[in-house]
């Protein structure tokens, strides 16, 4: 069959990023390569614990290979509450990568 038979001018699909391609085969998987694997997975990683408090507002990787991971809480009042979690939330993202690949956490009102 050639293409001249196709119709082109219509768009079947929006095109996706490779992330959103990919993500599904990394799950199975369980490649864990990218900060944006932790953002996308934030609430699964945290717990529903932390998750209902807390968002990623950014991270940051460092050039030693750690990340500088910024929580904002959902109410500034929960701020001494994640800090008081502050072991717990490296813990959890550490093993989640299966290295120390936290390097400095803080939190954004």
């Known amino acids: 069959m050639s293409n001249h038979d196709k119709d082109f001018s219509k768009r079947i699909a929006r095109p996706q990023t490779l992330g959103g391609a990919l ?26 614990d932390i998750a209902m ?6 991270i940051k990787k460092n050039r030693d290979g750690t990340f500088n991971v910024v929580i904002r809480p959902t109410n500034p009042a929960y701020t001494l509450q994640l800090s008081y979690q502050k072991d717990e939330i ?3 993202i ?6 120390d690949a ?4 803080s939190f954004r009102k």
């Open 102 to 105: 936290v390097g400095k956490i």
């Open 53 to 58: 408090i807390a968002t990623l507002a950014a």
């Open 94 to 99: 550490n093993k989640y990568f299966g290295y």
């Open 23 to 48: 993500g599904g085969l990394i799950k199975i998987f369980g490649v864990r390569a990218s900060d944006a694997d932790l953002a996308t997975r934030w609430a699964e990683i945290m717990g529903a």
């Open 90 to 92: 490296i813990s959890r």
